[in-house]
């Protein structure tokens, strides 16, 4: 009941919404409602009525009126026992004694205790040498005194509390006394200890925390690692509950071979907005002996018209920020930092969209004529209104923008894109023609001299497109039903040429070949080109469906693209292509047999060109702490890579986990950790090893993270857990 609060509050040391206290508060919130049940019996002004069993009971009518009961008694007020080897009635008082073997209980809460009082006038409830455990978590404990009174506060003296069985109590917290007080929603408590294995780990002289879902300031759990490239670290959060809709958490990260880091994340919602502002602060790196710092706002306001805001602006002090500081290849690599205010509005039939975009570039090896363009602004317009005269539907794209950067062509391009089609649907049946009209036109600074400064295109675009739905249902047996489709798909697209080699490119690429894009009308992204074509793109998808479970059992899918002319429109440093087809896109999805999974993508060319892309991964995953998975991804002339995880059980209580990832092309590793996870009925711990390329140049990086984890409380530690679920597809934390 309420001591499972108490310990679970008190060992975190503050509820915040920061990831560290998310599993707690989750308890906090659950635990309030057994709170609310105990203290009910002493509370209820309303019914004071309890029925009473007993062997023997002798009664006085006074005056003064006397009651006892004997032989095992038994009270009851609705899903509350109590229960006694003997009970009497004190009449100066007003009180309820029960003695010796006293029990009460409710659907959550079990205490046992030496005696308790129950008290009619003073709607007090006292349990004296009380033991109590809680059914939700298999938690127990014990208290000199509990203390229920009538206003909703329990007082607690000379507690112990535990997750862990009596023949094994691996760890314990103890405290001399605990107060919480449920009208405020606080509790305090004095001279906190926490013993694991007998050795104490952590004490605090006095602490206050929330007993609901309010959050409250404070500390919360530390967590210590080390790295390769900048030492030992120690992150000590501190959590500041500003006001309901405002929270702050300030972290002071000590790195031994580069100093004292400050880290802080403000977190507010108000009617209106939401955001979160996070700041990194070092202000003398040892090793290099420059100021760092890092910047990340993100914010939405919703205005009453039905706009939006939004704002994302990161920056940081350096180009090496992330590779010293960031601890992750995802955010060692990152090249560029997106800073933009936009905003935009949406009806059922319409997108506006208006932004002033810009871009920090990170990496040194891009040239300044390579780096992104700045939009100042960009203005965008999306129309669609499927139900529009008549059978048809209509739809329009539209863009005005500015295009700015220190070294290159710069200026303005506005593009109108209107579009019709007639979709007709049947049974089994999709066919849509659709014709549309691209229009876009540019004025133009710091061109070639002699170069045309406002160059246009303008190209129709015509379009059918088809597919089929046939299906048949399969019987395997009296009780096994399957049912298989096929679906063909069928685009015909037709793009006439036009000479758009003067006009610049801003923002448009030639994407990678995939299934989304076999089916797309334009093979560029981006409206600097539009690509002259004549084409068919074919495809037919195969799927098999379990029909009582709804389970889709297999699915594949092959496509192709056949060209009737050549394509003459480029991009700059592209040769014409030629082609008569495009490579075949194949995806495969299939259960290999209950849990054992298996995709794979291939892209190959015709004839004996070879394989252009292929990725492939086998997962199996027979129960929650059992999985393995394989992956295999390469690329023609760009990458080769295998990737191995796991996490399996090597012993009872033991697991062993990990993950191998292998550049085939480089012939060198990218990262791998390894690592052993220990679980007992109320304690786990993970010892994982790590090392990876930390920067864009290869130099690699390694750590080591150590995580206790107290069942029913908190985690001490690094947060292993997160590398873990973040390496190893399908990775579950079964020690919670």
Same mark, same amino acid.
């Given at each position: 009941?309420?001591?499972?609060?108490?310990?679970?509050?008190?060992?975190?040391?503050?509820?915040?919404?920061?990831?560290?206290?998310?599993?707690?508060?989750?308890?906090?919130?659950?635990?309030?409602?057994?709170?609310?049940?105990?203290?009910?019996?002493?509370?209820?002004?309303?019914?004071?009525?309890?029925? =009473?069993?007993?062997?023997?009971?002798?009664?006085?009518?006074?005056?003064?009126?006397?009651?006892?009961?004997?032989?095992?008694?038994?009270?009851?007020?609705?899903?509350?026992?109590?229960?006694?080897?003997?009970?009497?009635?004190?009449?100066?008082?007003?009180?309820?004694? =029960?003695?010796?073997?006293?029990?009460?209980?409710?659907?959550?809460?079990?205490?046992?205790?030496?005696?308790? &009082?129950?008290?009619?006038?003073?709607?007090?409830?006292?349990?004296?040498?009380?033991?109590?455990?809680?059914?939700?978590?298999?938690?127990?404990?014990?208290?000199? &005194?509990?203390?229920?009174?009538?206003?909703?506060?329990?007082?607690? #003296?000379?507690?112990?509390?535990?997750?862990?069985?009596?023949?094994?109590?691996?760890?314990?917290?103890?405290?001399?006394?605990?107060?919480?007080?449920?009208?405020?929603?606080?509790?305090?408590?004095?001279?906190?200890?926490?013993?694991?294995?007998?050795?104490?780990?952590?004490?605090?002289?006095?602490?206050?925390?929330?007993?609901?879902?309010?959050?409250?300031?404070?500390?919360?759990?530390?967590?210590?690692?080390?790295?390769?490239?900048?030492?030992?670290?120690?992150?000590?959060?501190? %959590?500041?509950?500003?006001?309901?809709?405002?929270?702050?958490?300030?972290?002071?990260?000590?790195?031994?071979?580069?100093?004292?880091?400050?880290?802080?994340?403000?977190?507010?919602?108000?009617?209106?907005?939401?955001?979160?502002?996070?700041? !990194?602060?070092?202000?003398?790196?040892?090793? =290099?002996?420059?100021?760092?710092?890092?910047?990340?706002?993100?914010?939405?306001?919703?205005?009453?018209?039905?706009?939006?805001?939004?704002?994302?602006?990161?920056?940081?002090?350096?180009? !090496?920020?992330?590779?010293?500081?960031?601890?992750?290849?995802?955010?060692?690599?990152?090249?560029?930092?997106?800073?933009?205010?936009?905003?935009?509005?949406?009806?059922?039939?319409?997108?506006?969209?208006?932004?002033?975009?810009?871009?920090?570039?990170?990496?040194?090896?891009?040239?300044?004529?390579?780096?992104?363009?700045?939009?100042?602004?960009?203005?965008?317009?999306?129309?669609?209104?499927?139900?529009?005269?008549?059978?048809?539907?209509?739809?329009?794209?539209?863009?005005?923008?500015?295009?700015?950067?220190?070294?290159?062509?710069?200026?303005?391009?506005?593009?109108?894109?209107?579009?019709?089609?007639?979709?007709?649907?049947?049974?089994?049946?999709?066919?849509?023609?659709?014709?549309?009209?691209?229009?876009?036109?540019?004025?133009?600074?710091?061109?070639?001299?002699?170069?045309?400064?406002?160059?246009?295109?303008?190209?129709?675009?015509?379009?059918?497109?088809?597919?089929?739905?046939?299906?048949? &249902?399969?019987?395997?047996?009296?009780?096994?039903?399957?049912?298989?489709?096929?679906?063909?798909?069928?685009?015909?697209?037709?793009?006439?040429?036009?000479?758009?080699?003067?006009?610049?490119?801003?923002?448009?690429?030639?994407?990678?070949?995939?299934?989304?894009?076999?089916?797309?009308?334009?093979?560029?992204?981006?409206?600097?080109?539009?690509?002259?074509?004549?084409?068919?793109?074919?495809?037919?998808?195969?799927?098999?469906?379990?029909?009582?479970?709804?389970?889709?059992?297999?699915?594949?899918?092959?496509?192709?693209?056949? %060209?009737?002319?050549?394509?003459?429109?480029?991009?700059?440093?592209?040769?014409?292509?030629?082609?008569?087809?495009?490579?075949?896109?194949?995806?495969?999805?299939?259960?290999?047999?209950?849990?054992?999974?298996?995709?794979?993508?291939?892209?190959?060319?015709?004839?004996?060109?070879?394989?252009?892309?292929?990725?492939?991964?086998?997962? %199996?995953?027979?129960?929650?702490?059992?999985?393995?998975?394989?992956?295999?991804?390469?690329?023609?002339?760009?990458?080769?890579?295998?990737?191995?995880?796991?996490?399996?059980?090597?012993?009872?209580?033991?697991?062993?986990?990990?993950?191998?990832?292998?550049?085939?092309?480089?012939?060198?590793?990218?990262?791998?950790?390894?690592?052993?996870?220990?679980?007992?009925?109320?304690?786990?711990?993970?010892?994982?090893?790590?090392?990876?390329?930390?920067?864009?140049?290869?130099?690699? #990086?390694?750590?080591?993270?150590?995580?206790?984890? =107290?069942?029913?409380?908190?985690?001490?530690?690094?947060?292993?857990?997160?590398?873990?679920?973040?390496?190893?597809?399908?990775?579950?934390?079964?020690?919670?």
């Amino acid at each position: 009941m309420f001591p499972n609060r108490v310990i679970l509050l008190g060992l975190a040391l503050a509820a915040a919404s920061d990831s560290q206290a998310e599993d707690a508060l989750a308890c906090h919130a659950a635990l309030n409602t057994r709170l609310t049940a105990a203290a009910e019996l002493a509370a209820s002004a309303d019914d004071l009525t309890i029925e =009473l069993y007993a062997g023997e009971f002798e009664a006085s009518l006074g005056p003064p009126l006397t009651a006892s009961a004997s032989g095992g008694v038994l009270l009851r007020r609705g899903d509350k026992l109590a229960g006694a080897d003997a009970v009497r009635f004190d009449p100066d008082t007003r009180a309820l004694t =029960l003695d010796g073997g006293v029990r009460f209980e409710d659907p959550a809460t079990q205490v046992l205790s030496d005696s308790a &009082e129950f008290g009619y006038d003073s709607g007090q409830i006292l349990f004296r040498g009380a033991r109590f455990s809680l059914t939700q978590n298999n938690s127990r404990g014990a208290a000199n &005194e509990i203390l229920i009174t009538q206003e909703g506060e329990l007082r607690l #003296d000379d507690v112990s509390y535990t997750t862990c069985p009596p023949e094994s109590p691996d760890w314990e917290l103890l405290a001399d006394d605990i107060d919480l007080d449920t009208a405020s929603g606080i509790g305090t408590a004095r001279k906190i200890k926490l013993r694991f294995k007998s050795v104490p780990i952590l004490y605090a002289p006095w602490i206050s925390f929330p007993i609901a879902d309010a959050r409250k300031s404070g500390i919360l759990t530390p967590e210590i690692g080390s790295t390769g490239r900048s030492g030992n670290e120690v992150r000590v959060p501190v %959590y500041w509950n500003i006001a309901p809709n405002y929270d702050a958490t300030i972290t002071p990260r000590l790195l031994t071979e580069r100093g004292l880091q400050a880290q802080t994340e403000f977190r507010y919602l108000t009617r209106t907005s939401a955001g979160t502002a996070i700041g !990194q602060y070092l202000p003398d790196d040892s090793q =290099l002996d420059v100021a760092r710092s890092f910047v990340n706002l993100q914010h939405r306001t919703w205005f009453t018209n039905g706009w939006r805001n939004l704002i994302d602006y990161r920056e940081v002090s350096d180009n !090496q920020y992330f590779e010293d500081l960031g601890g992750n290849l995802s955010v060692a690599t990152t090249t560029h930092l997106n800073r933009s205010l936009g905003f935009d509005y949406h009806t059922a039939n319409l997108s506006l969209f208006a932004q002033a975009q810009d871009y920090q570039t990170l990496d040194e090896a891009i040239p300044p004529i390579d780096e992104p363009y700045r939009r100042v602004p960009q203005l965008l317009v999306n129309g669609n209104w499927p139900n529009g005269p008549g059978p048809f539907a209509i739809g329009i794209d539209a863009e005005v923008v500015n295009f700015d950067k220190d070294v290159g062509v710069t200026g303005w391009r506005a593009n109108v894109a209107p579009r019709l089609s007639l979709p007709l649907e049947v049974p089994g049946i999709h066919l849509e023609p659709a014709i549309a009209w691209d229009y876009t036109s540019y004025e133009l600074d710091n061109t070639a001299p002699g170069a045309i400064t406002d160059p246009s295109r303008s190209v129709p675009i015509a379009s059918l497109d088809t597919g089929l739905t046939f299906e048949r &249902e399969i019987r395997l047996g009296d009780s096994e039903r399957r049912v298989q489709t096929i679906e063909p798909r069928l685009l015909y697209v037709y793009i006439p040429f036009r000479d758009q080699t003067d006009i610049p490119v801003f923002d448009t690429i030639t994407p990678d070949l995939n299934l989304v894009q076999l089916f797309r009308k334009d093979r560029f992204l981006g409206v600097d080109r539009i690509g002259d074509t004549e084409q068919v793109s074919a495809g037919i998808t195969s799927r098999l469906l379990d029909l009582s479970t709804g389970r889709e059992l297999l699915s594949a899918t092959i496509g192709q693209t056949y %060209y009737f002319d050549d394509r003459r429109v480029t991009l700059p440093g592209q040769a014409p292509d030629a082609f008569e087809r495009s490579d075949y896109i194949a995806e495969l999805r299939f259960l290999i047999y209950e849990n054992l999974n298996f995709d794979i993508g291939h892209q190959w060319g015709p004839g004996d060109t070879g394989t252009t892309r292929s990725e492939a991964r086998l997962q %199996y995953r027979p129960a929650a702490n059992r999985i393995l998975n394989l992956a295999y991804r390469y690329r023609r002339d760009s990458l080769e890579q295998g990737d191995v995880s796991w996490a399996w059980p090597i012993a009872k209580n033991w697991n062993f986990v990990g993950r191998y990832n292998y550049s085939f092309r480089d012939r060198e590793t990218l990262e791998e950790f390894y690592g052993l996870e220990y679980e007992s009925c109320c304690w786990g711990l993970r010892l994982v090893s790590r090392r990876f390329i930390s920067t864009r140049d290869g130099i690699r #990086d390694s750590s080591i993270g150590l995580q206790l984890v =107290l069942k029913g409380m908190t985690a001490v530690g690094t947060a292993a857990d997160k590398l873990l679920e973040r390496g190893i597809l399908g990775y579950s934390d079964t020690i919670r």
